[in-house]
């Protein structure tokens, strides 16, 4: 069974820093590796989709980084914003079309 | 165009009361998927419909709890004799099917069991 883990489970960091969010997964053998970010009695937002053929994608300020081989996905935030403050989930698929296995997300507070 | 719409977005429940949790996906949306997300964890997957069809429902955690999708839109979560437990975020997404797998996701129901 799929199991994944993300550390740290909170973060706070005054604004300016850099963020990196830690994502870990006990099986290889995933379709896709994904990270959301949730606001507080929010639905789920896609920031960015891994393919598991790619080792990294980019968008603005955030980076993420994939290594099947060791089960591990990284989520970098440059140059970190408060409005960057909110929850940020990792999630795995198998196969296209199946469910999403999520990590039980890191809660990040940016302060001014 | 318009998301994934949920009703109602909040929803207090006395402990023994059935409850009916509504999902509007996406037009054309082939997949569609619940999911239960406690306080303070991840979402938790619970089932997922292919147009009508219930493909996996490996995650509901009792018979208390089922799902459906008569018509291959809406799709309605139903749990029964709701107890305290089952206080949670339900959040809903659905996907156009095939190989355009990403999930689009509602805003949740909240739910609360008094």
Known sequence: KQEVTQIPAALSVPEGENLVL???????????????????????????LIQSSQREQTSGRLNASLDKSSGRSTLYIAASQPGDSATYLCAVIKAAGNKLTFGGGTRVLVKP | GAGVSQSPRYKVAKRGQDVALRC???????????????????????????????????????DRFFAERPEGSVSTLK???????????????????????????????????T
Do not use: M
């Open chain 1, 22 to 48: 830690n994502c870990s997964f006990t099986d290889s053998a995933i379709y896709n590796l994904q990270w959301f970010r949730q606001d507080p009695g929010k639905g789920l937002t896609s920031l960015l």
């Open chain 2, 79 to 113: 749990i029964q004799r709701t107890q305290q437990e089952d206080s949670a975020v339900y959040l809903c997404a659905s996907s156009l099917g095939g190989r355009q797998w990403e999930q689009y996701f509602g805003p949740g129901t909240r739910l609360t069991v």
């Open chain 2, 24 to 62: 509007d996906p996406i037009s054309g949306h082939v997949s569609l998927f619940w999911y239960q997300q406690a306080l303070g964890q991840g979402p938790e997957f619970l089932t997922y419909f292919q147009n009508e069809a219930q493909l996996d429902k490996s995650g509901l955690p009792s």
